[in-house]
């Protein structure tokens, strides 16, 4: 959503004849563009207002998290971590640490449907700005295809054919590294890439950009 919103100076300021857009999973808990009225009642002011924008209830979420960490980690052997659809847990020793992406309100589907309608808006608003300025749009899913990635994957495979846009799935050229033995390699625990899953990121992209400019050159040709 803040993407959607600096988009139009990014264009004016930087004239690109290229963009790449790999962005929306940090909607999942950055709820700023959130229409109050899309959650009803009392939990959105409570969960979905207070609980996640205040930056006094962040900054004590984050001190207690990061002095438990430390104490957890002391303990720890061999970390284990568990994945949900909305979080995870990290097991290490007798301790276990819960990361939560602040996503719970009264119903769970509806809370993927509104997020869903929300990137669409976001995606549909930058299609147009790019187009308008002259630049062409990139689309690119996530490297992996995990939980709530996942949600924002499956958004950009719709909206890419809907309108007919360029996507360099990485999702689904990379899904060879969500085994479990190279899930580790390539990805933290949060599934954020590592250095082997930064490279084959690259790679896949490089390829896909020199195809582009292979092609153009093609159409240019006399």
């Known amino acids: 959503s803040q993407i959607r919103r600096a988009f139009p100076e990014m264009l004016l300021r930087f004239q690109p004849d290229i963009v790449l857009l790999m962005v929306g999973v940090a909607d999942f808990w950055n709820l700023d563009a959130f229409r109050a009225e899309e959650y009803r009642g009392w939990r959105w002011w409570l969960q979905g207002w207070w609980w996640n924008r205040s930056r006094v209830v962040k900054l004590v979420r984050l001190l207690r998290f990061n002095l438990g960490r430390g ?51 976001n995606l549909a608003t930058i299609a147009a700005e790019a187009e308008g300025a002259g630049a062409r749009l990139l689309l690119m899913t996530y490297p992996t295809d995990s939980p709530f990635y996942h949600a924002v ?45 930064y490279e084959a990121s690259a790679r896949v992209i490089a390829a896909r950009l020199e195809e582009m400019v292979h092609q153009r050159a093609q159409d240019r040709a006399p």
């Open 71 to 121: 104490k957890d980690e002391r303990a720890a052997s061999v970390p284990v971590v568990e994945h949900t659809p909305y979080n995870w847990r990290v097991h290490a020793g007798d301790a276990a640490i819960d990361v939560d992406i602040d996503m719970r309100f009264d119903d769970g589907l509806k809370d993927i449907l509104v997020f869903r309608r929300n990137l669409r808006r």
């Open 153 to 197: 994957n499956q958004v950009y495979r719709q909206f890419a054919a809907e309108e007919n846009l360029p996507l360099i799935d990485l999702g689904a050229a990379l899904s060879r590294w969500a085994a479990p033995r190279l899930v580790e390699k390539a990805y933290f625990p949060d599934f954020h890439p590592r250095r082997i899953g």
